[in-house]
């Protein structure tokens, strides 16, 4: 971004906003509408053909989503931004334009453990196929990709925390093959980490988590860096190829740096329909307004609560980037130079059943399956989020049985170390 623009404090309250032209209204109102007026009839074919940019019915775009998206592109530094009503429907928004049967993605074996499942799973029945590789294995990463990649995956800071992707290493290796990189960032936010400075072509978000921050709403995002060349080669026709549903139009070629961003929304939203409602939107930017504050704070409790932990002979390793014993450590100063976020585990050494009685002797943590609320949140992954997976790819995602998941709150954190102590004691005997 330009010296001369706007620091990422003023853009978290300011980019997307300006006093709604009716009324004058501060806030971003909530356009609860559905439709919009055409002019005329001329007006509204030119709409339908993609001539003129305007709102035409909401399952497309909405005047509140409108302004977040733009919110979302200033903040990671994108082209355009694309909301969704979920995380998982964000990932199914980048992918679809650039997947096809018998396509694959290259995805990083550390994942959000509902993402390993989509992609696993369920993408397999659209005939896409994933390969899971360890992306600290560069060799391997490159070894993975063949002429039916069409996406390498990853996150910036992986769930369940603890480990940062060297972005540069591997947004180098999809360069070199032409290939997009699309990375997860929820877990670090656009204030830790801006994965288009490190060479993704796509960012994508749960905005559930720290975006919106208070676990109030189910939303996700896609962010386009503008950067990709999708005519380079044949292998993204969708985005390079004219588009039968609107008279051979070609995106790439017609809307250059924004085509990703016109084609999620005049196809994939029009025809998958996981749209964003416009609540979901104003919540999202409330939260967006203090994002800066609530990383940093995030991060200095988590830091707090993890040396702590570490330094406590009832556990075992304990895996927050932001210690200086974590092998990630260094990689956070070229990679999320503010902080490590406030997701992490630590191991106890009595086992499992330890750790199914710490989580049931907590008082201040809630047990919840999420991350990124101002409330401290508990969770032992093995036998939730993580259940569908093989034991194997419990290791591999860092979530064994004797793991427990923490999401570091904004709560004072001398009280979040007394509720873990009592709760430790309670599990491991004394
Ligand atoms: C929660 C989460 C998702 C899925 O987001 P939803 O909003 O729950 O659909 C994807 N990736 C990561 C890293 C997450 O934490």
């Not at 509140?64 to 998982?88: D, F, K, W």
Request: net charge negative.
């Amino acid at each position: 971004m330009a010296e001369s623009s706007p620091g990422f404090e003023t853009l978290q309250i300011h980019a997307g906003a300006r006093p709604d032209p009716a009324t004058g209204a501060r806030q971003v109102p909530i356009y609860q509408s559905t439709a919009y007026v055409f002019r005329d009839a001329d007006h509204a074919a030119a709409l339908f053909n993609l001539q003129e940019v305007g709102y035409i019915y909401s399952r497309l775009t909405n005047p509140t989503v409108s302004a977040l998206q733009e919110r979302m592109a200033a903040l990671e530094g994108g082209a355009g931004a694309i909301c969704a009503s979920s995380g998982h429907a964000a990932q199914i928004l980048a992918l679809f334009p650039l997947m096809g049967p018998g396509l694959n993605v290259v995805a990083s074996n550390r994942l959000y453990g509902g993402t390993v499942t989509q992609f696993s799973q369920t993408f397999r029945r659209f005939g896409w196929s994933t390969k899971f590789v360890d992306f600290d294995d560069l060799d391997a990463l490159e070894a993975a990709i063949d002429e039916n990649t069409r996406a390498v995956f990853c996150e910036s800071i992986a769930n369940p925390g603890g480990y940062i992707t060297d972005l540069d290493a591997v947004s180098a290796i999809s360069d070199r093959h032409g290939i997009p990189l699309v990375v997860d960032n929820t877990t670090a936010s656009p204030y830790l980490c801006r994965p288009i400075e490190h060479g993704a072509t796509l960012v994508v978000h749960s905005m559930t988590k720290y975006l919106t921050g208070n676990g109030t709403v189910t939303g996700g995002c896609v962010v386009d860096s503008g950067k990709f060349d999708w005519s380079a080669s044949d292998k993204f026709p969708s985005l390079s190829q004219p588009e039968p549903a609107y008279h051979g139009l070609k995106f790439h070629e017609t809307f250059g740096p924004l085509s990703f961003t016109f084609h999620a929304i005049a196809v994939g939203l029009r025809d998958l329909g996981m749209t964003l409602n416009a609540q979901a939107a104003h919540y999202t930017l409330m939260g967006i307004e203090t994002l800066s504050l609530r990383m940093d704070r995030h991060c200095i409790n988590a830091l707090k609560v993890a040396k702590w932990l570490e330094a406590d002979p009832r556990v075992g390793t304990v895996t927050y980037a932001g210690l200086e014993s974590s092998p990630y450590y260094n990689r956070m100063a070229r990679i999320c130079p503010k902080g490590a976020s406030s997701l992490f585990t630590f191991s106890l050494k009595a086992g499992y059943d330890a750790c199914v009685k710490l989580i049931d002797n907590v008082g201040l943590f809630s047990h919840v399956a999420n991350l990124g609320d101002a409330r401290s949140l508990i969770i032992h992954s093995a036998s939730t989020t993580h259940r569908q997976l093989s034991e194997s790819q419990q290791i591999a995602a860092g979530v064994a049985p004797d793991v427990v998941r923490l999401s570091i709150g904004l709560e004072d954190p001398a009280d979040l170390i007394a509720d873990l102590d009592q709760a430790l004691t309670k599990a491991c005997g004394s």
